[in-house]
DNA sequence: TGGAAATATGAACACTGTTCAAATTTTACC
DNA sequence: GGTAAAATTTGAACAGTGTTCATATTTCCA
C-alpha cells in the first residue's frame, strides 16, 4: 500500500531552517499572516505560492526556505489554532474540576470547545481547509493534539469509575471526543440559533452515554 | 464570499454528453473501472488523467467528452456506492421494522451500514478519497443521500413519538446520521476487533440518546 | 574595511488538468 | 455499396501550478 511518490527525505521538520536572525523572523510571521488571510478569502487552492510571495513582500524562495512546502504553511496555522485549543480543555481539569457532578462537568467540557470557536473565529476557516486539503497521511502532529485530549479524559474517567479498564476508558474517550468534535464542527456551519440548539444537544447526547459507564457523582 | 474561480455554467450534468452509442457506454465503463483501480491503489492526486486514459485504452480527450472534470469521475464512483448504501437503508424500513423494540431497530439500522462496508470493501478507498480531495462546494448529490436518509429517519422518530415536533426529529435524526457516519468511518481504520468494539459502542451511544426522547416500544 | 558565510531572488523546470482544430469513424441515404 | 454529413476520437498545445537552484544580495565578524 505505497502511500504516494513523495520521498520521505526531510519533510519531517516543520520548517526547513531555523530562522537564525531577528528579520528572518518577522518574515516568518508576515509570510503566515498574509497566508492566513488569502487562505481564509480565496481558499488554500486558489491562494498560490507567486500570490502569497508577493502580498508578503517576498521572493517565492524564501518561502521554501522556511517551509518544505505549501502544505506546511497550512499546517503551522492549524497547529498554532490547536495548541490553543488543547490548553483550555487542560485548564478545565482542575483538581476541582475533577469532582464535579457529573451533568456539570459535561457541561463545561463542551462550553470550552464551543466558545473557542466564538473567540477563534478564523480557526474554522482554517480548519476546514485543512481538512480539504491534506491528504490524511502526514497529519502526525495534528491528532498528535486529538490523542492527548483522548488521553486526559480517559484518566478522568478512570478515576471516576476505577473499576473500568483503562483500555475501555480510552474506547469511551475516543468515541466521546470523535462525536463531539464532528456535531461542534457541524453547529458552525448554521446560524447561532442552531449552533446552540446543536450544542444543547451534543451534551445530552455525551450525558446519555457516559451514565451509561460513569456514576452521577465522583467517588469519594 | 466567492466560492472559487470556476465559472458555474454547465458543470452541472454528470455528463458532458450522454453516450449514445453501445461502444461510448462501455468505454464510459471502463473509464471509471480503470479510475477506481488507480484511485485506489496510488491515490486520486497520483492518477493522472493521461494515466487514465493510457490505462483504459483511450486518449485524454475522450474522457473529457464524458466528465466535465477529473473531480466528476471520482464523484460518479461515490455516488454508485452511496446510492447501494442508500437503498439498504430505505430496505430496511418496512412496516414490519416500525413497530421493533428501539434497541432492536438501533441494532439492525447499524448493522445495515456496518455490513454494507464489509460487502463493498473498496467504497472505503473511494469515499476516503473523496473526503480528501473534493472542496466541500459542489457535493450537492453526496449529501443529498445523507439528507435523504436524515429526512427518513426524522419521519420515523415522528411515528413513535407523535408528541416531537418534527423539526426536533429532524434535528436528532441529523445528529444520530452525522455521529454514527463518523464512528463507523472511524471503526473501518482499525483491526476486526476494534471494528466489532467501535459498533457495540455506536450502538449503545445511539441507543442511550434516543431513549432520552423516544418510548421503547412503537405507540399502537 | 574586506571577504566569507548566510540569505534572498525569480527565471527555469517538471508536471498538472484542460481544450480544440484536425483526423477518424460511424451513420444515413440513394 | 458508395458517399457525404454527422458524430466521435485524438493528442499536441495551452495555461497554470508547486518547486528548485544558480546567481545576486545582504549580513556578519576579524
Redesign the pocket.
Known amino acids: 500500500m505505497p502511500d504516494s511518490k513523495s520521498s520521505r527525505s526531510s519533510k519531517l521538520n516543520k520548517m526547513r531552517?531555523q530562522?537564525?536572525?531577528?528579520?528572518?523572523q518577522e518574515?516568518v510571521q508576515q509570510i503566515l499572516d498574509v497566508a492566513e488571510q488569502l487562505f481564509v478569502e480565496i481558499g488554500y487552492?486558489?491562494?498560490?505560492?507567486?500570490a502569497i510571495a508577493a502580498q508578503a513582500?517576498?521572493?517565492?524562495?524564501?518561502i521554501?526556505?522556511f517551509f518544505?512546502?505549501?502544505?506546511a504553511i497550512l499546517k503551522a496555522l492549524a497547529i498554532r489554532y490547536l495548541q490553543k485549543q488543547y490548553q483550555r480543555f487542560l485548564d478545565l481539569h482542575t483538581p476541582a474540576a475533577m469532582t464535579l457532578p457529573l451533568r456539570q462537568y459535561v457541561d463545561q467540557m463542551i462550553d470550552v470547545f464551543d466558545q473557542f470557536y466564538t473567540d477563534y473565529p478564523g480557526s474554522r476557516a482554517i480548519f476546514a481547509q485543512l481538512l480539504d486539503t491534506i491528504t490524511w497521511s502526514k497529519i502526525e502532529k495534528i491528532d498528535d493534539f486529538e490523542y492527548q485530549v483522548i488521553d486526559e479524559l480517559a484518566r478522568f474517567f478512570h478515576a471516576r469509575a476505577p473499576s473500568l479498564a483503562i483500555s475501555k476508558c480510552e474506547r469511551i474517550a475516543m468515541v466521546i471526543t470523535k462525536t463531539i468534535t464532528e456535531l461542534l464542527w457541524l453547529s458552525l456551519g448554521g446560524d447561532p440559533e442552531f449552533r446552540q440548539d446543536l450544542v444543547a444537544e451534543t451534551k445530552l447526547l455525551t450525558l446519555s452515554y457516559l451514565q451509561q459507564y460513569l456514576p452521577e457523582s465522583a467517588p469519594e
Open positions: 531552517r530562522p537564525q536572525q531577528a528579520r528572518s518574515r487552492e486558489s491562494a498560490t505560492t507567486r513582500g517576498v521572493s517565492v524562495g524564501s521554501y526556505q518544505p512546502d505549501k502544505e
